[in-house]
Every structure is written in structure tokens, then in C-alpha cells.
T-cell receptor, first 117, second 111 residues
Framework: GAVVSQHPSWVICKSGTSVKIECRSL??????MFWYRQFPKQSLMLMAT?????????EQGVEKDKFLINHASLTLSTLTVTSAHPEDSSFYIC?????????????FGPGTRLTVT | QKEVEQDPGPLSVPEGAIVSLNCTYSNSAFQYFMWYRQYSRKGPELLMYTYSSGNKEDGRFTAQVDKSSKYISLFIRDSQPSDSATYLCAMSANGNNRLAFGKGNQVVVIP
């Protein structure tokens, strides 16, 4: 089955520093990857849609200069949280759409828990 | 009004009972309907997918979509403790687009 990995699985950083989260599709190619944020007992909120080789499309209210997304290859997208603050602490989840699969299929990574102190 | 409404629960049932979950939505353009299961501190995994209206059955799971009422359901028969998780409904207009998620419904199956 399609596998998506994320690295790191959890990270603790100090306020003001930047954190990079990687999302990889391990056994399929993904032209489109999605980045979500999930607060405790809340649903997934789409932050941005990342397309390989082009700029990401951000959802309303998401600061593109704070959450930098790079989708450099068909198997890797990165999310960098710049100048992180405690309110950025959350569970960040990526998903990837299989280039060769059905349009609706998105495979989710295991998530990255970010804690900003 | 939110695009997708889902009662977050929690819902506790005894082992072997039928679990009934549902979502309502407001966007009539939605055509792809999905149910995801999410265990604590893990990413969601796709459980069921339905296109447009109708029913779909997969083992102990049955998904129903009623587009006229903008209402979707998931039924879990013979529930097991391993079914304890959060179940999220999700939907999109054309499959290429962003998924709109419900809040998730926490289910606890008591042995």
C-alpha cells in the first residue's frame, strides 16, 4: 500500500527558532501534497496545497511567510515553520495524492508533533 | 455554517454493538465522500470511500451517502475494542481539490 512518512515525528524547539518538517511518499509519486494542522480534539485544518515544481497554494488565514513550503521532487515536500511561537505548537500532518491512483485518494503521514517552548 | 458538521462525541459502546456515525454538509458540490480512522497521535487512514449517493459495504463497515439530504453515515457492525479511534468524515467536490473534514467523532468500544 501507499506509504507516506514524516520526519521528525516530534520536535521541541525554542520560541523564535525555525523547524523543518519533511513529508515523503515512499512507494509512489505525488505531484500534489497537502499540509494540515490539527489541534487537540479538533479536526484537520488544511494549511496549504503543495504542487511539485510550483508555489504552494495557501488557505485563507495561513501566513505563507511563516509556513514555508517546498515541493522539490515528486516524493518530497517540506514545511518550515519560521520564527516559531508557542501558539504554533500543534500536530502537523501531510498527505500525498498518488499520481497514478484515483483522484480522490490521499495518503496521510503519521504526523509531526511540534512543541514550541 | 460550517461546511461539514460532525458531532465530536465521544461515543461509548459495548463490544459487539453497532456504531453509527454521521455527518452533514452544506456544499452541494461535494461528490466524493470518505471516512477516515485516526488513532491517537497518528495520521488518518482511509476506511471507506463513496462517490455520489449510495451505499458501500466493506466487511463490518457500511458507508451511506444521501446527497438529497446532504447527510452521510458510517456503520460499524460487531464493534471491537480495536475499533476505538476517532472517525473523521471528509468530502471534496472533484477529487482533485482540498478535502473538507468534519471535527471527528471519538469512539470507545468497551470490552
Amino acid at each position: 500500500g501507499a506509504v507516506v512518512s514524516q520526519h521528525p515525528s516530534w520536535v521541541i524547539c525554542k520560541s523564535g527558532t525555525s523547524v523543518k518538517i519533511e513529508c515523503r511518499s515512499l512507494d509512489f509519486q505525488a505531484t500534489t501534497m497537502f499540509w494540515y494542522r490539527q489541534f487537540p480534539k479538533q479536526s484537520l485544518m488544511l494549511m496549504a496545497t503543495s504542487n511539485e515544481g510550483s508555489k504552494a497554494t495557501y488557505e485563507q488565514g495561513v501566513e505563507k511567510d511563516k509556513f514555508l513550503i517546498n515541493h522539490a521532487s515528486l516524493t518530497l515536500s517540506t514545511l518550515t515553520v519560521t520564527s516559531a511561537h508557542p501558539e504554533d505548537s500543534s500536530f502537523y500532518i501531510c498527505s500525498a495524492r498518488d499520481l497514478a491512483g484515483a483522484n480522490y485518494e490521499q495518503y496521510f503521514g503519521p504526523g509531526t508533533r511540534l512543541t514550541v517552548t | 455554517q460550517k461546511e461539514v458538521e460532525q458531532d465530536p462525541g465521544p461515543l461509548s459502546v459495548p463490544e459487539g454493538a453497532i456504531v453509527s456515525l454521521n455527518c452533514t454538509y452544506s456544499n452541494s458540490a461535494f461528490q466524493y465522500f470518505m471516512w477516515y480512522r485516526q488513532y491517537s497521535r497518528k495520521g488518518p487512514e482511509l476506511l471507506m470511500y463513496t462517490y455520489s449517493s449510495g451505499n458501500k459495504e466493506d466487511g463490518r463497515f457500511t458507508a451511506q451517502v444521501d446527497k438529497s439530504s446532504k447527510y452521510i453515515s458510517l456503520f460499524i457492525r460487531d464493534s471491537q475494542p480495536s475499533d476505538s479511534a476517532t472517525y473523521l468524515c471528509a468530502m471534496s467536490a472533484n477529487g482533485n481539490n482540498r478535502l473538507a473534514f468534519g471535527k471527528g467523532n471519538q469512539v470507545v468500544v468497551i470490552p
